[in-house]
């Protein structure tokens, strides 16, 4: 939790106003806004950097922590209704258990912080980094700095880093940058990407599937998907992740077209609530603030605005945090 | 969401069958289609395909010896689609490609509501780690990244028991079947599967690995079920 800064809310303020405002914020003590802004380009080249090997993991409380949090990232679903409120792992987006360069890989990403973003005008630690995951691609509750989780979590991205750069960023890190594509995106071409390459295994509704309580297919829109503040929501972050890593079992098969299209198609689907909405006094001001990217938050789409709704999913916190 | 041992063909109208691009919409189950499926599955249908139980076995459940695959509760939608793609060549075997032919659409929708209404597989979902000296439970469940290679289980399922339709249980099917099948995908005779999700993975096994993961799912029910009898018996003490 970040201080709070009265200038900001003062400013042009009223006595009764200063009041109000100052009730709302020590009730809901929500971080300070946090702008998602997509990861920087990684370097050109090849990935060669190889993370340890899981059975050279050392038998000792180090690694008894390494293994919990290698577990927490491949079935964060143990974490349902506590942090997870939705019904993805980490590794859905992060794949190889957070090993593969080119899916975003913890290795790249360990030695990257603490990163200041010019954007919030702060200095963000990998604890916030992996928070912010938790509060928009798991559409749940961040576990606190030092909670079991949480330490589990980056003591497993620290032994997968072993060797790599501090402060120096490696090729394969996020997801390769995608040119934009010769005809703007459309999603009503990228529902033809989808049915014939994507539906056999994420569901014609976009549900994924499940066997028994597991799910095997995460699903991309609805109430179990990540939700309207979550970087896969970006239209180029989607595509730039599917041309790289999907079908799975088939990376950079789609044309760039294609990854560009369908990732609008599923994009230009309802989700949960973006969470800080809940901070925000209109769907306006939400997109004024948080959505200046060429998503579809916000914007008409067939017949209906998108993202205008009070579903934030099975978070059950209030819609607003001082209703 | 349904366990293999409760599938209800009822519920399974359509298979989206891609490659093609084209959607093959699956048939509509008729009532009488498992008890009409049984006769034939006994029988034969009269018209030159023979008694599947003859290779099959009476209960459905195959034959490792020969390399008859178990069929009892396999999905309807996938048995179906086994037996349009026989009859249509693109996937090859002398020995079922008669008889598919010789099924009509009554015939192959009633023989695969049959055989999935037959009791299946109904092993455990929950999340167990893989152990990294285990190469077969590694690819099973972890995959070969380095090689392109997704888990078997990300597409088949926790513990290979398949998933909705279009992928197929590999698990206490026997080990002869399932390298024979690995082996028709790289050769080239079995070129059926949609967008070539299965080629693509089979193309980069290497030959141990094929021979392991054979192994590995065929025996996996059982030692599964070992390892749950010998659980209870610690949890009593």
């Known amino acids: 939790m970040t201080p709070w800064k009265p200038t900001l809310w003062v400013a042009g303020g009223t006595l009764s106003l200063l009041a109000l405002s100052l009730a709302a914020v020590t009730q809901a003590a929500e971080p300070e806004r946090d702008y998602q802004k997509p990861l920087p380009p990684a370097p050109p080249g090849e990935a060669t950097f190889q993370p340890p090997l899981e059975r050279d993991i050392p038998d000792n409380q180090y690694g008894d922590m390494v293994r919990l949090g290698r577990d927490i990232f491949i079935n964060t679903q143990q974490l349902r209704g506590r942090y997870v409120f939705n019904d993805q792992n980490c590794s859905n987006c992060h794949l190889d258990a957070g090993r593969l360069a080119d899916s975003a890989p913890m290795w790249a990403s360990f030695g990257m912080y603490p990163a200041y973003r010019g954007k919030n005008d702060r200095v963000n630690t990998m604890a916030e980094r992996i928070q912010g995951c938790f509060t928009y691609s798991m559409n749940g509750k961040p576990p606190a700095a030092g909670s079991e989780p949480l330490v589990a979590m980056q003591t497993y991205l620290h032994w997968m880093a072993t060797g790599a750069p501090i402060n120096q960023a490696m090729p394969g890190r996020g997801y390769p940058d995608l040119p934009e594509p010769e005809k703007a995106y459309d999603p009503a071409r990228g529902a033809e990407v989808y049915a014939q390459n994507c539906a056999v295994c994420h569901g014609a509704d976009g549900a994924g599937q499940q066997v028994g309580d597991r799910q095997v297919f995460p699903p991309l829109w609805g109430d179990g998907a990540y939700n309207w503040g979550a970087g896969m929501h970006r239209v180029s972050t989607a595509a730039a992740f599917i041309k790289a890593n999907m079908p799975l079992g088939q990376p950079n098969s789609l044309s760039n077209q294609q990854a560009w299209d369908v990732a609008a198609y599923i994009n230009s689907h309802e989700r949960p609530q973006d969470p800080r909405r809940r901070t925000m006094e209109s769907l306006e001001a939400t997109v004024e603030t948080f959505h200046q990217h060429g998503g579809y938050y916000g914007r008409p789409f067939n017949g209906q605005t998108l993202g205008d709704h009070a579903n934030y999913g099975q978070d059950e916190r209030p819609a607003t945090p001082d209703a | ?237």
């Open chain 2, 1 to 237: 969401m349904m366990r293999m041992a409760m599938r209800a063909p009822g519920l399974l109208v359509t298979l989206v069958a891609i490659g093609t691009g084209a959607a093959w919409v699956g048939p509509a189950w008729a009532a009488d289609d498992v008890p009409r499926g049984e006769t034939i599955a006994q029988q034969g249908n009269g018209q030159g395909a023979i008694a599947c139980m003859s290779c099959h076995g009476a209960e459905g459940m195959g034959n490792a010896a020969t390399g008859f695959p178990r069929l009892a509760g396999l999905p309807a939608g996938y048995l179906s689609k086994q037996l349009h793609d026989y009859r249509e060549g693109s996937r090859q075997s002398p020995v079922m490609q008669p008889f598919a032919k010789a099924l009509s659409e009554d015939d192959m929708r009633a023989v695969s509501a049959y055989y999935a209404s037959l009791e299946g597989l109904d092993l455990p979902t929950a999340y167990q780690a893989a152990d990294p000296a285990d190469e077969a439970e590694w690819l099973a469940k972890r995959g070969d990244w380095g090689n392109v290679i997704p888990a078997c289980n990300q597409c088949h399922g926790p513990n290979g028991q398949g998933v909705g339709e279009a992928f197929p249980p590999l698990a206490g099917q026997h080990a002869s079947y399932l390298k024979a099948q690995l082996n028709a995908w790289r050769n080239g005779s079995r070129a059926n599967d949609p967008n070539d999700l299965m080629k693509s993975v089979a193309e980069r096994l290497s030959d141990e690995q094929i021979g392991l993961i054979s192994d590995y799912y065929a025996t996996l029910p059982e030692r599964l079920s070992t390892a749950s009898i010998a659980d209870k018996k610690e949890g009593a003490q």
